[in-house]
Every structure is written in structure tokens, then in C-alpha cells.
Nanobody, 117 residues
Framework: QVQVVESGGGLVQPGGSLRLSCVAS????????MGWYRQAPGKERELVAE???????NYADSVEGRFTISRDNAKSTVYLQMNNLKPEDAAVYYC???????????WGQGTQVTVSS
């Protein structure tokens, strides 16, 4: 059974930092492209950052230079370090793991990030 579980969300002031974690079990984690997405109220879900199985990374323009995605294959965990948070970063953040050759894609339940003074 595949499980994708996010943690680390919360309330932070503008300019603050948060670190999100996502543990994926039941998959061969090292083969999967792992990504963080977010969805704000009334908006579509959007890609924030993703990291390939080789460690290559891709970021949305809006978070480039402020967010860092990383992975620890031994722990089947992907992280999102978020610095200099802005009110527009507030959203539910979702973790996704995908393995295109087999058409597999798994989502977590999401973790809320609130940026407010």
C-alpha cells in the first residue's frame, strides 16, 4: 500500500521560514520524481518544485531563490525548505511522487501553510 504523508506546515510571519517533509512508503522511492505542489483558495494547483531521481531540480519562477527542494532516498523523504515566505505563498502544499514509465502518480493529503503577521 502506497502512502504519501506531508508534515511541517503551520503559521509563519512574512519573511519567516518553514521546512516541509514528505515521507513516501510502498514505492521504490529512488526511482520516483518527487514534487511539491500548492493550491490556494480559488486557484488551481500549481507546481512549486520538483526533484528527479538524479537530483536535478526545477522550480516555479515565483519561488526560485527562496525555496529549496531536496531528497533523502535512504529515508524515502523529500523536503521543501521555504525561506523569506510571503503572504502569496500561503496555500495547502501537496507532495507528489510520479514514475512516468509505469504511469504511477501518488499524492499526499496536503499540509497547510499560512503566512500572516
Amino acid at each position: 500500500q502506497v502512502q504519501v504523508v506531508e508534515s511541517g506546515g503551520g503559521l509563519v510571519q512574512p519573511g519567516g521560514s518553514l521546512r516541509l517533509s514528505c515521507v513516501a512508503s510502498g514505492i521504490t522511492f529512488s526511482l520516483f520524481v518527487m514534487g511539491w505542489y500548492r493550491q490556494a483558495p480559488g486557484k488551481e494547483r500549481e507546481l512549486v518544485a520538483e526533484i528527479g531521481n538524479s537530483g536535478s531540480t526545477n522550480y516555479a519562477d515565483s519561488v526560485e531563490g527562496r525555496f529549496t527542494i531536496s531528497r533523502d532516498n535512504a529515508k524515502s523523504t523529500v523536503y521543501l525548505q521555504m525561506n523569506n515566505l510571503k503572504p502569496e505563498d500561503a496555500a495547502v502544499y501537496y507532495c507528489n511522487g510520479k514514475f512516468a514509465p509505469w504511469g504511477e502518480s501518488y499524492w499526499g493529503q496536503g499540509t497547510q501553510v499560512t503566512v500572516s503577521s
